[in-house]
């Protein structure tokens, strides 16, 4: 029914930059807040960076300045800028939406299959 689709992650050297974006498709009536999450290999998900419908934007102290989340409501898209990128930034992200679709009528957590970010160091 809905889609979370991510693209963009990579390999990058340390103070690099990158840019992932994430289209949700299917059949959406609405999407509420947005975020990203990124889990590192033997640790916890972790969120980096959430926006709601509003572009009210909340992220982690250690991303603080450095990423910056945005959206596009009428592509149903949310992006990551990810700049000065650290080794410790390593990490699979995944998307995540609360949907409403058109068959269920109520908000659901959806989420990506996840797209990996490599920084060496």
């Known amino acids: 029914q809905v889609q979370l689709v991510e693209s963009g992650g990579g390999l990058v050297q340390a103070g690099g930059s990158l840019r992932l974006s994430c289209a949700a498709s299917?059949?959406?009536?609405?999407?509420?807040?947005m975020g990203w999450y990124r889990q590192a290999p033997g640790k916890q998900r972790e969120l980096v960076a959430a926006i709601t419908r509003g572009s009210r934007t909340n992220y982690a102290d250690s991303v603080k300045g450095r990423f910056t989340i945005s959206r596009d409501n009428a592509k149903n898209t949310v992006y990551l800028q990810m700049n000065s990128l650290k080794p410790e930034d390593t990490a699979v992200y995944y998307c995540?939406?609360?949907?409403?679709?058109?068959?269920?009528?109520?908000?659901?957590?959806?989420w990506g299959q996840g797209t990996q970010v490599t920084v060496s160091s």
């Open positions: 299917g059949s959406i009536f609405s999407i509420n807040g």
């Open positions: 995540n939406a609360a949907i409403t679709t058109t068959q269920a009528w109520r908000e659901y957590d959806y």
